[in-house]
């Protein structure tokens, strides 16, 4: 049974010279590079699974950039921008600031 097929990426003029800049350029990381070609393949009509076996990815990374680029298409962001990781919220905080700062006076006075 076949899958529900990917929605069609349409790309404007503008986003597509500035995604293929992204990936002509030398300096640009590698990462950046991938996800790049990830959104022009899918802006020329191919599905997730062709653009995983061209570019020797897995279909979840496929997937991710292509969801990622709609989810992000309202909010006006620079193309390079829509391409970079997501903030990541790392572990809670154990310590208030007013305990921080009780323990470097703590630290930094003498015995």
Known sequence: ???????????????????QELV??????QQIVLRAKIILLASEGKNNGEIAR???ISLD???LWRNRWF????????????L?????????VKFSMEQVIK?????????
Do not use: V
Not at 84 to 92: F, K, L, N, Q, T
Not at 103 to 111: G, Y
């Open 61 to 63: 990374m496929a997937r």
């Open 84 to 92: 970079r990781d997501s903030e990541r919220i790392g572990a809670p």
């Open 24 to 29: 002509n350029r030398h300096n640009t990381g």
């Open 1 to 19: 049974m076949a899958g529900l097929a990917p929605k069609q990426l349409n790309l404007s003029d503008g986003d597509r010279s500035e995604l």
């Open 54 to 56: 061209t570019l020797n």
């Open 71 to 82: 989810k992000t298409s309202d909010k006006k962001l620079p193309t390079f921008e829509r």
């Open 103 to 111: 323990l470097f006076a703590l630290a930094c006075s003498k015995p």
